[in-house]
T-cell receptor, first 112, second 115 residues
Framework: DAKTTQPTSMDCAEGRAANLPCNHS???????VYWYRQIHSQGPQYIIH???NNETNEMASLIITEDRKSSTLILPHATLRDTAVYYC?????????????FGGGTRLMVKP | NAGVMQNPRHLVRRRGQEARLRCSPM?????VYWYRQLPEEGLKFMVYLQKENIIDESGMPKERFSAEFPKEGPSILRIQQVVRGDSAAYFC?????????????FGPGTRLTVT
């Protein structure tokens, strides 16, 4: 799986949009971009994923650049409960299962 | 629909003892993954199992660690003769099918402390 690079930490004011970047310059054509988060040492929680088109769900939006070498996770109106470590993961679908490779992630602190 | 269950949530073992960690997948899920998280680090894949089969154990340490997912009952991660370096949070995830990382649902984890 391709390697990802994320900032170690970020701050965001409550109610503002949180934009979390991720670089994945070695991504292959069949690899998806996944985002998970881990709140205070709980089990990771799936947020969103995409291949090349921008995606949106009830939790977040995912913007993938046209060359697919980077992406941004957007939490449109961050709340205190969004304080967590956010992991950007690149992985291909395959028939042998799809174990996730977690890097260091970005520690997002949402402040009042 | 209950989520992924793990027990115990906290486990304390002395060096040399055995640790058994249990994971009950979500209803209808036949695929289980185990991950380990050392303090201040990201999760590392350990093993992927389907019912009665180990599919990928490339992340498992070669000695002292084993995993099973029997036809009936929970998946078990077993650590023999624990050492201090085994202290970590162990998470399992389940999914209904192979492929599709977005379909992995994680449990709350078991925090193992070796004294």
């Amino acid at each position: 799986d391709a390697k990802t690079t994320q900032p170690t930490s970020m701050d965001c004011a409550e109610g503002r949009a949180a934009n979390l970047p991720c670089n994945h310059s070695t991504i292959s054509g069949n690899e998806y971009v996944y985002w998970y988060r881990q709140i205070h040492s709980q089990g990771p929680q799936y947020i969103i994923h995409g291949l090349k088109n921008n995606e949106t769900n009830e939790m977040a939006s995912l913007i993938i650049t046209e060359d697919r070498k980077s992406s941004t996770l957007i939490l449109p109106h961050a709340t205190l409960r969004d304080t967590a470590v956010y992991y950007c993961i690149v992985s291909a679908l395959n028939n042998a299962g799809n174990m996730l490779t977690f890097g260091g992630g970005t520690r997002l602190m949402v402040k009042p | 629909n209950a989520g992924v269950m793990q027990n115990p949530r906290h486990l304390v073992r002395r060096r040399g003892q055995e640790a058994r960690l249990r994971c009950s997948p979500m209803k209808g899920h036949s695929h289980v993954y185990w991950y380990r998280q050392l303090p201040e680090e990201g999760l590392k894949f350990m093993v992927y199992l389907q019912k009665e089969n180990i599919i990928d154990e490339s992340g498992m340490p070669k000695e002292r660690f084993s995993a099973e997912f029997p036809k009936e009952g929970p998946s078990i991660l077993r650590i023999q003769q624990v050492v201090r370096g085994d202290s970590a949070a162990y998470f399992c995830a389940s999914s209904p099918r192979s492929g599709g990382a977005h379909e992995q649902y994680f449990g709350p984890g078991t925090r193992l402390t070796v004294t």
